[in-house]
């Protein structure tokens, strides 16, 4: 205490030392109040940007993996209507933005969790159809929300007004069974001409309007599809394929009153 | 009394409280000095960087290309799947050139169609560049259909 007195009786006869404690004050003061706040702020804008830079490395990271196999289909040899059967091959969910027909979109809403699969909502393309004259070629794709495309693997599409559709790439069978809404359990068993089973399957269907497999087979041959319903009493729809280098894919489209 | 009386007492009273004010004047002087300026560097470095975070959260791909052989217009559809709205031109190189320098907006999540006028022949290959306002760059080609 008497430190004090003596100190501040000592401050009180310099008039230069309570300026200098005054002027020492607002510095710290200006030094609190705006120099550190200001570096502070700095360090938080910065973390800021470091932060965008590692979501965005994130995001181009997920998209550069996503991978899904897209597979357009018609609902039946001569339907308006397309749908697209999606595998999702990548551990991400993926969300599918449009529906790309030739050069017109479909906008869709479509989630397929990690490495599951979904079929879109059929998309009607009757105003495309009118415009065909002889054989028209309608190419498929769908746009993702993460920005990639992916071209369906049935492409292209062909379509005549005499024979509906047809149309492939590549050896396949292409399997679509078009349903009234229930619940379904199916057996696709598909052989080779020497017997050897080159495709089994078995899908519960539950409440869809329809559901495609595509079955790529080795070559040239004749091919023996057999679909089993076994939900309720057994059905069994069966029929042989030939697949040639003129016509590599085929589709089969099982009646839809038969199950 | 006696201090207001004697004038030798007084002197040293006023200097001390005249000097205080002084430096009290010049230092709030300083600190608001100080502190605008801060402000002020503040919000410059805040839009330098949010200008930054913009340009690298940028997303978009030229989603499709198609040529109306009826009207003469090559159309690109971009798609901007980024975070932030874009502002695009496009330009088309190659076998033909046109360009579309508008500053075309598109909103995040969103397609738009940009249209290119644009005189071609079949089997023309074509370079399109899609530039937004931050200088982000999306390439794409297209060769033009026979029909």
């Not at chain 1, 050896?171 to 050897?196: K, M, P, R, W």
Request: proline share 3%.
């Amino acid at each position: 205490m008497l430190f004090m007195q003596l100190m501040l009786s000592r401050l009180l006869k310099s008039r230069s030392a309570m300026s200098t404690v005054l002027g020492m004050l607002i510095f710290i003061g200006i030094l609190f109040t705006c120099v550190m706040p200001f570096f502070l702020y700095l360090n938080e804008v910065n973390s800021l940007y470091d932060q965008t830079v590692v979501e965005m490395k994130q995001f181009d990271q997920d998209r550069a993996l996503e991978n899904i196999e897209v597979y357009a289909y018609p609902l039946n040899q001569s339907s308006s209507q397309i749908r697209l059967y999606i595998k999702n091959q990548c551990p991400l969910t993926v969300r599918i933005e449009r529906i790309w027909i030739n050069d017109q979109y479909f906008p869709c809403d479509l989630q397929i969790s990690g490495m599951g699969e979904n079929t879109t909502d059929s998309v009607d393309i009757q105003d495309m159809l009118s415009q065909v004259e002889g054989v028209g070629s309608f190419q498929a794709k769908v746009t993702t929300a993460r920005g990639n495309t992916f071209s369906s693997l049935t492409n292209p599409l062909q379509y005549s007004n005499d024979s509906g559709w047809s149309g492939g790439p590549s050896f396949a069978i292409n399997i679509v069974i078009e349903l009234y809404s229930g619940v379904y359990y199916f057996i696709i068993n598909v052989d080779n001409s020497e017997g050897t089973t080159i495709y089994n399957e078995e899908i519960w269907v539950v409440l869809e309007s329809s559901i495609m497999r595509n079955v790529d087979v080795s070559g040239p041959d004749t091919y023996h599809v057999e679909i089993t319903q076994t939900q309720g009493p057994d059905k069994t729809w069966s029929t042989d394929v030939e697949i040639t280098l003129e016509e590599p894919t085929k589709w089969v489209y099982p009646p839809k009153d038969y199950w | 009394m006696r201090l207001l009386g004697n004038r030798k007492a007084l002197t040293p009273v006023v200097a001390t409280i005249v000097l205080c004010g002084v430096v009290l004047i010049v230092g709030i002087s300083v600190w608001s000095f100080t502190y605008s300026v801060t402000r002020s560097l503040e919000e410059e470095y805040y839009e330098g960087v949010k200008r930054q975070v913009d340009a690298i959260s940028e997303r978009f791909i030229v989603e499709h290309i198609s040529y109306d052989n009826e009207t003469g217009v090559l159309n690109v559809w971009v798609f901007n799947y980024g975070r932030v709205d874009i502002q695009v031109d496009v330009y088309v190189r190659g076998d033909a050139e046109g360009q579309n320098a508008t500053a075309t907006s598109i909103s995040h999540g969103e397609v738009v169609r940009i249209s290119v006028p644009l005189t071609v022949n079949v089997g023309d290959e074509l370079s399109i560049t899609v530039i937004s306002r931050r200088q982000n760059v999306v390439y794409a080609t297209y060769v033009i259909p026979s029909s």
